[in-house]
């Protein structure tokens, strides 16, 4: 029978004690004495949250591939568990083989938003492992991280041995290898950390210094080891048809945020929304074969069971294979009690056409991400949403029974003005008023229109990321001026505003673009116990301003500043394939209210092209 | 076309409760390709019930559940599939054809149910057990011989006094645990947490102190129709057998 780390009594205590046994259908158990290698996968956030996330299943079964590795996934104990494991120094385990994570060779942290840091120092504490890397002994697991985030490391540079920055499909063998090689050899940890500094997307923190100037910006960041290049850069497949891909992901007991098979179509946007870091990391735009996707489809619903299969990717409408993959999905799988989830795709003759057949009209809503209300702000950010296309699309599904719409905008970008606020409300009025042209007998009684604000955060790697952000206080009082104007508004009855909130805003906007300097303020506000910050039940604001406060770091500083144009950014050191040039002009262009065409319309020489493939040589072989 | 499926819970799989156990045979159909029926509409979902729920930390030797099916599919052979691809701690013990009508589901006909409640050395671990003390056998009986056992039973809004007594058809102190036959189902339902601590109180022992394990052998129905006298029958004087046995093997 399986061992379990934790006992009886404290399993029936706490919340869910599914989140922290295992054992789920296609679970990876292997032989801890016939692996060279083990490597403990964590997302930082609770279960159901972790299990979501396609990233980890993709790694997980990548490395379980492979004979010499048994990878194991950790999660963050919900904060029930997190007490009691304290109290009664429980050391924080794998879900595979229950095994202290300390004894791993390997703990991999993947970094998908800011407000996670905290739980990352959780992880390293439960687990017993130091959390400075400096601090950290030959008998510790490397600590490494990756995802979205890892393209900004500096917050975190004293926490991690190393950061993998790009796809982990393409240097991960290789590094495992030099690992492997190291403990033959009787080599160090920093014998390893040495050699893996010279693997592609590899950044070993320990070995660079940064050097500031008086105003407190970044001088100079120099590597200050011989094995350390001076620039790292990103790690992309760039073929997405011959790669790893998860057939049989686990499949969770209890209900987990993303319950479904998910199928990964493409990587990239073609789009270049200015304010949109994936749409930058992740060029140039590869996508997968419709054919490999249905063979995906078939085995992967086979393998889990799953009465659902939805499509991942950013901005879905443009994938070339759209129109043939979903009409095989609807055709193969619907009267077999399959749900097809569609993404959210440009509303058009096909996308409605689609909706009405996987989903129930009266049930269901549109969904609509014009990010800004006026046509101004929108060639600003370059989202090339018109009115005209708004309007058109909500009025056919209108009259194709719809009655629901949910808009998407952001406040605080840059050159807002209060025209631009104002324009939100507006733009959501005439969307209501849209409907209530169609004749009453027609129409679906009345309609509701909800919209939400978000506050925008610059973000390291996109054209904005010059940008400045503000004041809890302002952004406020921003919010506060879109939900006045929502009041003027003819079909006000019908029109809802949400906000979001302005405290998490101006952490995020910190470790977006911080540096290591900042590291500090987050050692210091787990100190004072925050973890969870992403959770508003347990996010504790007062305790993260105690934290700047204790730390002297300045929030404004790093928010509230318009950066310079030739200023040294602390993530200027990665390489992401796109220029810091070609951002600059995007920029430029922003501030002067021009679009920039997609790059199916024409190439702007934002240098991914450099990685030989994908959009930018279609049609070109 | 109805089958009823009788399966065992064990090991680990005794923290997943009740809900998620459903969401799990819901996916071990489909990887299992067992021709399940499905309503209509929008969001189509599998026929499919469960004769009583299990609580959450009890393992089980007989668990079931009622399905439709669009066609037929052999008894060994559905058990096997299902076996194959169900979780460790999880396992289809038969599968049998039972009657279409409504009043022969599992839900509908279930009326008992038999535990065995084991000692614990420590409420952290359920896999060691202390043997049951000499003397319990005796005060199982004197227990039992009571003509009533009143009870405060809670409810959602108030507390009221209940009798037992009625509702529990055997307990038994056995080396191994304490072996108890209650009346189970939608009309009478007897938790055996509920009657272990009042038994535990009629021996003279804090139940707070008393770690226990529950484990169910198996659930019974009523059956008026079926002799007494067949194999497979519980002979307690009052027709129960168990729910598996009001359902034919195919192959």
Not at chain 1, 14 to 43: H, L, Q, T, W
Not at chain 1, 236 to 253: E, R
Not at chain 2, 182 to 190: F, I, V
Request: aromatic residues 10%; glycine residues 8%.
């Amino acid at each position: 029978m399986r061992k379990l780390a934790l006992n009886d009594e404290i399993l029936l205590k706490i919340e869910k004690p599914a989140r922290y046994i295992g054992n789920e259908v296609n679970s990876v158990m292997k032989d801890p004495e016939k692996v060279d290698i083990r490597f403990a996968m964590c997302f930082p956030d609770v279960y159901e949250i972790g299990m979501s996330h396609l990233g980890i299943q993709i790694l997980y079964d990548m490395f379980n591939q492979w004979e010499d590795v048994w990878c194991e996934r950790v999660y963050s104990p919900w904060v029930d568990l997190d007490k009691v494991m304290r109290e009664r120094s429980i050391p924080l385990f794998a879900l595979e083989s229950q095994e202290p994570v300390k004894d791993f060779d390997f703990l991999g942290i993947t970094l998908q938003y800011e407000m996670c840091y905290t739980n990352i120092l959780q992880v390293l504490d439960l687990a017993g492992i130091p959390l400075k890397a400096a601090d950290r002994s030959d008998a510790d697991p490397i600590v490494i991280g990756g995802g979205p985030c890892a393209y900004n490391p500096e917050p975190l540079a004293d926490f991690f041995d190393l950061f993998y920055i790009g796809e982990g499909e393409t240097s991960y063998r290789r590094l495992l290898d030099l690992f492997k090689e190291n403990k033959k050899n009787k080599g160090t940890r920093q014998d390893f950390l040495e050699s893996a500094a010279q693997v592609g997307g590899i950044y070993v923190p320990s070995f660079y210094d940064a050097a500031y100037h008086a105003d407190g910006t970044l001088a100079a960041f120099t590597p200050n080891n011989e094995h350390a290049p001076s620039t790292v850069n990103k790690q992309v497949v760039m073929d997405l048809d011959d790669t790893y891909y998860p057939k049989k992901p686990v499949v969770p007991f209890i209900k987990v945020t993303q319950d479904r098979v998910v199928l990964e179509i493409q990587r990239g946007c073609i789009r270049g929304c200015r304010f949109c870091q994936a749409g930058m990391l992740y060029r140039p735009t590869r996508e997968r074969s419709a054919e490999r996707l249905k063979e995906y489809a078939r085995e992967m619903l086979r393998s889990t069971g799953h009465e659902e299969i939805s499509l991942s990717s950013l901005s879905s409408s443009d994938y070339s294979c759209l129109r043939e993959l979903v009409n095989f999905l609807i055709g193969e799988f619907k009267g077999k009690g399959i749900n097809i989830s569609l993404p959210s795709l440009r509303i058009d003759a096909f996308s409605l056409d689609v909706m009405e057949r996987v989903q129930d009209v009266r049930k269901s809503s549109l969904t609509f991400a014009p990010e800004a209300g006026s046509q101004r702000m929108r060639n600003v950010i370059n989202k090339g949403l018109t009115e005209e296309e708004i309007l058109n699309g909500a009025g056919q599904a209108f009259e194709g029974g719809w009655n629901k719409v949910k808009l998407y905008f952001m406040l605080g970008l840059p050159t807002e003005t209060e025209e631009d606020m104002k324009a939100i409300p507006e733009l959501a009025d005439r969307i209501a008023r849209r409907y209530y042209e169609i004749p009453k007998e027609k129409r679906n009684g009345k309609c509701q229109i909800t919209t939400s604000t978000s506050f925008f955060i610059p973000k390291p790697f996109t054209p904005f990321q010059w940008a400045r952000m503000y004041s809890n206080d302002e952004y406020i009082a921003r919010a506060a001026t879109v939900k006045h104007a929502f009041h003027d508004q003819l079909n006000r009855k019908s029109l809802k505003y949400n906000w979001h909130d302005a405290e998490i805003t101006v952490l995020e906007g910190v470790f977006a673009r911080g540096d290591r300097r900042t590291g500090k303020v987050i050692e210091e506000a787990y100190r004072l116990g925050c973890i969870y910050d992403a959770w508003t039940e347990v996010f504790d604001y007062e305790k993260w301003l105690k934290a700047f406060e204790n730390t002297g770091v300045d929030m404004a500083f790093y928010n509230e500043r318009e950066r310079g144009m030739d200023e040294l950014f602390p993530w200027d050191f990665i390489d992401i394939g796109v220029t810091k040039e070609f951002l600059k002009r995007e920029w430029q262009r922003a501030m002067e209210g021009k679009v920039t065409p997609n790059c199916r319309e024409q190439c702007s020489g934002c240098g991914a092209a450099g990685f030989g493939g994908g959009v930018c040589f279609e049609g070109k072989n | 076309m109805k089958a009823r499926i009788k399966f065992r819970k064990y090991g680990v799989m005794r923290f997943i409760g009740h809900l998620d156990v459903m969401r799990h045979f819901q996916k071990v159909m489909r990887r299992a390709q067992i021709p399940i029926a499905f309503t209509g509409g929008y969001s189509p979902h599998m026929i499919m019930s469960f004769a009583q729920p299990l609580g959450v930390g009890i393992t089980s030797d007989g668990e079931y559940l009622d399905i439709e099916l669009t066609e037929p599919i052999g008894s060994k052979q559905a058990a096997e599939q299902m076996n194959e691809v169900i979780a460790e701690g999880m396992e289809v013990v038969s599968f049998v054809y039972i009657p279409e009508e409504k009043k022969y589901s599992g839900m509908t006909i279930t009326a008992a149910a038999e535990y065995r409640v084991s000692l614990l050395k420590s409420s952290r671990s359920a896999g060691k057990i202390k043997a049951v003390p000499a003397s319990w056998k005796e005060a199982a009986e004197r227990f039992l011989g009571q003509e009533s056992i009143v009870v405060m039973k809670k409810t959602k809004r108030s507390e009221k006094k209940v009798d037992i007594r009625p509702f529990i058809y055997e307990i038994e102190a056995e080396d191994a645990g304490i072996r108890m036959f209650l009346a189970a189902g939608s009309e009478n339902n007897l938790k055996p947490d509920l009657v272990m601590d009042e038994f535990l109180k009629f021996a003279g022992e804090d139940p707070d102190k008393v770690p226990v394990h529950i484990h169910r052998l198996d659930i019974f129905a009523k059956n008026d129709k079926i002799p007494a006298e067949t194999e497979k029958t519980k002979e307690k004087g009052t027709g129960l057998v168990t729910l598996e046995s009001l359902g034919t093997i195919r192959g």
